[in-house]
């Protein structure tokens, strides 16, 4: 299987995912609309580095775009989709619900219409750990109700597992959902927590940090999450749901000490009250991960803070 579709290619995962395929002489195209949820000139500015590699072609467009995605799939015949774009953010979605259902739902709706028109049948899917909620029970499996998402991006990620089910039963797809925990390293999104906080320490502006500093997340390094879906994609048989995290939790406030460390620097803090919609903890069991597709992240936080942060060049 070498021939790729990524949507979403020009995003922090998909931009990674992309050059690590290319490095192994994958053929890959992708689609990305460039929207202005960040400054898109970050993804500009990506793309322009992939397109220095002959097996890379990429579609300008948005994944709702019916007529688009049947040209895409007659033109480029991939034998593999990952599915990576969405509208993300736990609290955006909060503010603006419906555009988030009309991305993510309808969105991954019209590429499964796609695929199923143009004969493909295997798909890896971008899910999020959000999906789990504030589930008590710890780390998170698999098989762990999350019929109670708290917020409307949560959940559109469950809603984007039940429609690949429903392919998958109907059309006999093949489809991984693959619940991302909280993933970081460098040429992340500028407004996600450790670029942010890095960016602001090193300016010596003031953080904010929301709750007491106890809530914990699973940081999981673009690296690892890139190893993973690479495994899973040569593991693609029938539907299955996987974890992919770093299986290790870390504090809020350890994490800023962590940055604090890495950098040199120390953080001005201002605290704020919990927001609507932040869970308690995010934790993944990765058991079966690691039996079904041989997933071994290869970076806890402190390493992959460094790598991050050498790499962007402060440090």
């Not at 992340?188 to 940090?209: C, H, V």
Request: hydrophobic share 40%; aromatic share 10%.
């Amino acid at each position: 299987m070498k021939k790729v579709f990524i949507t979403g290619v020009a995003g922090f995962i998909g931009s990674n995912l992309a050059r690590t395929l290319l490095e192994q002489d994958f053929t890959v195209s992708g689609i990305d609309n460039f929207d202005n949820f960040y400054d898109p000139g970050i993804k500009r500015k990506v793309v322009e580095k992939l397109k220095s590699y002959p097996g890379f072609k990429i579609f300008e467009g948005d994944i709702r775009e019916r007529k688009l995605l049947d040209h895409i799939f007659e033109t480029e015949n991939p034998e593999l989709v990952i599915h990576l774009a969405a509208r993300a953010g736990v609290r955006p979605s909060i503010e603006d619900p419906e555009l988030y259902y009309d991305v993510n739902v309808t969105g991954t709706l019209v590429l499964l219409e796609a695929m199923r028109k143009a004969g493909l049948k295997d798909l890896l899917f971008a899910s999020s750990s959000s999906v789990y909620g504030n589930n008590k029970k710890v780390p998170f499996s698999e098989s762990d109700a999350v019929d109670n998402p708290i917020s409307p991006y949560a959940a559109t990620k469950k809603a984007g597992e039940l429609l690949c089910y429903t392919y998958h039963h109907l059309y006999n797809f093949n489809i991984f959902c693959l619940r991302f925990f909280t993933v970081y390293g460098p040429g992340q999104r500028p407004e996600m927590a450790i670029q942010q906080f890095g960016r602001k320490i090193t300016e010596g502006l003031p953080i904010t940090l929301f709750g007491d500093g106890t809530t914990r997340r699973d940081y999981t390094f673009v690296e690892d999450i890139v190893a993973g879906i690479i495994a899973a994609a040569g593991k693609l048989d029938g539907y299955q749901i996987l974890n992919l995290g770093n299986s290790d939790t870390i504090s809020l406030i350890d994490l800023v000490r962590g940055i604090e460390e890495t950098l040199g620097r120390k953080a001005l803090i201002e605290w704020q009250p919990m927001q609507p919609g932040d869970v308690e903890i995010t934790y993944a069991d990765i058991s079966k991960a690691r039996n079904l597709i041989g997933y071994n992240p290869d970076y806890p936080v402190k390493k992959g803070l460094k790598k991050m942060f050498e790499e962007q060049g402060m440090c």
